[in-house]
């Protein structure tokens, strides 16, 4: 097996054990690992890292990987107290306590930045690369198994790099991988896509072989989450989306096929996809950042064509799916580096079609996407704002209300901004759609209000809308001693309701 898995003769006698390779990771380093959400992540080397610090042993780093990353790495590093500073997403509990108690430093970041801010040196030396890989090439190319992420720039900047070949997954997702790396400005030129289905790079990542220090054969599968079930609230979200879209080619504001979809992470945002699958709409393009369920549904119900990506993220149910059927998907999908799939040049020029999820919306079009109550960080931004500001028309959904009914997503003012009004055109929920496009603040209210509110809570919007309006300055009105009084009603009283 091992010889269709490492090519090269010389590499061979590079094969360690997970606990020699760890022992090449000091006190103090900055270590790249691959990964994205959370496909593709090494496995055995983190593992055998945390082991030694649980054993005594003065080991913290900081870690950077493409985007979140299963319990081996993320999880058990962030139990060991390895993890002392992290970058740019994540979404593992110990991970996010430790976060939120202040014990690992966290820097959120739009995930196209990540690449290029390590190749500007911004976050110093990179010591080492820790990559999951289906095989390594003759001329020591890397080849990627479920995820591209921030793999390439990773191997291309880290000082040494540990491979783990991990068995587990199937040769046959060789040839799905488009590696392409910007050169640095100024000599940076034009990223040459022109489609979702263009492929422009290598299908292996380039590596000096010098570099590998150390090669660990492992067989462990990626520790998938599940999705939830597309349930009513999704099917009503998914269901306003497609009638708008249907509406956009009637005018002749979008083709027939329409342009490429991106979705972002998560059962509310596969679900809403999902809704495509029994839609009115053929031929589909996607160029996104995540492939999950409802993306592997579309291609089998011959509605997608092309679908780009930097990972492969199913359930447990379509890993299964997905390994069975390799050689029907290997021919839809292509997997791209995340500063490819989520870049802003790229995405205006073919004209994404974003759909993101949100935490809260407030009633002027900003959106919150990451941190509950303003203080407690969720996950991250991810690659939402990457294709927010750059979409033809962006999207952004959530359920009106949480909590059973005691918090409100539609707010005065959210408690903490990833995405300003004047990048969000679409909101979304299961009560309606707002339209935001051409419109002024306060009519964007009213629609927000009118459109995506849940009942409970519109006349305590308008209330506070017309109160704000009554006072001098008309453009965006607030009153700013009440603006966040929402939140604070519900700290303190376990709902935002007033009763």
């Known amino acids: ?8 003769e010389d590499l061979k006698g590079k094969v360690v ?14 270590v790249a690992a691959s990964g994205f959400t959370p496909s593709g992540y090494p496995k055995a080397v983190p593992l055998a890292l945390a082991k030694r610090a649980e054993g005594g042993d003065k080991v913290g780093i900081t870690l950077l990987t493409g985007a979140s990353v299963g319990d081996e790495l993320d999880g058990a590093l962030s139990r060991a107290g390895v993890i002392k500073r992290r970058f740019p997403y994540q979404t593992h509990n110990d991970t996010r306590n430790g976060i939120n108690a202040g014990t690992i430093a966290y820097q959120d970041m739009h995930l196209s930045h990540l690449p290029q801010y390590m190749s500007y040196g911004f976050f110093g030396n990179i010591d080492v690369a820790i990559v999951e890989a289906l095989a390594i090439t003759e001329d020591g190319g890397i080849i990627p198994t479920t995820s591209v992420g921030i793999s390439p720039t990773a191997i291309q900047l880290a000082d040494k790099v540990i491979i783990e070949i991990n068995t587990s997954q ?49 067989d462990m599968p990626d520790k998938v989450r599940p999705l939830g079930p597309i349930d009513e609230d999704s099917k009503a979200i998914s269901n306003h989306i497609i009638e708008f879209l249907e509406n956009e080619v009637k005018m002749g504001r979008l083709p027939k096929n329409l342009l490429p979809l991106q979705s972002g992470v998560g059962s509310v945002a596969n679900a809403v996809l999902g809704g495509l699958v029994t839609g009115p709409f053929t031929d589909l393009t996607c160029y996104t950042e995540v492939i999950q ?67 809260e919306i407030d009633m002027y079009g900003h959106v919150n996407s990451t941190n509950i109550m303003g203080s407690r960080m969720m996950n991250g931004l991810g690659g939402s704002g990457d294709y927010t500001r750059n979409a033809y028309i962006s999207f952004y959904t959530t359920v009106s ?43 964007r209210a009213r629609l927000i209000i009118d459109k995506c509110a849940h009942p409970d809570y519109k006349p305590m919007l308008n209330d506070y809308l017309e109160r704000a309006m009554s006072g001098k300055l008309k453009h965006e009105p607030h009153l700013i001693g009440e603006a966040l009084s929402w939140h604070q009603r519900f700290l303190d009283t376990g709902s935002m309701k007033i009763k």
């Open 293 to 359: 369920d409802s993306m592997l549904d579309l291609i089998d119900a011959g509605k997608v064509t092309v679908a780009s990506g930097t990972a492969i993220t199913p359930s447990a149910e379509g890993q299964v799916k997905l390994y069975q059927n390799i050689d029907k998907y290997s021919k839809h999908i292509l997997l791209r580096p995340q500063e490819i799939s989520n870049n802003p040049e790229v995405a205006r020029r073919i004209g994404v079609l974003s759909m993101n999820t949100a935490i």
């Open 1 to 8: 097996m091992l010889e269709n898995r490492i090519r090269r």
């Open 170 to 218: 199937p040769m046959q997702l060789e040839g799905m991988h488009d590696i392409y790396i910007p050169e640095k400005p100024p000599f940076r030129k034009p990223i040459p896509i022109e489609h979702s289905g263009h492929r422009v790079g290598t299908p292996y990542i380039p590596c000096d072989p010098s570099k590998i220090a150390a090669i660990v054969v492992t």
């Open 17 to 30: 054990s997970a606990e020699e390779a760890a022992m090449l990771i000091k006190d103090g380093m900055t």
């Open 401 to 443: 209300v949480a909590k059973n009914g005691d918090i409100s997503s539609i707010v005065p003012m959210v408690s903490h901004v990833d995405h300003t009004e004047h990048d969000v055109m679409v909101v979304v929920t299961e009560q309606g759609l707002a339209d935001l496009r051409g419109t002024s603040p306060t009519e």
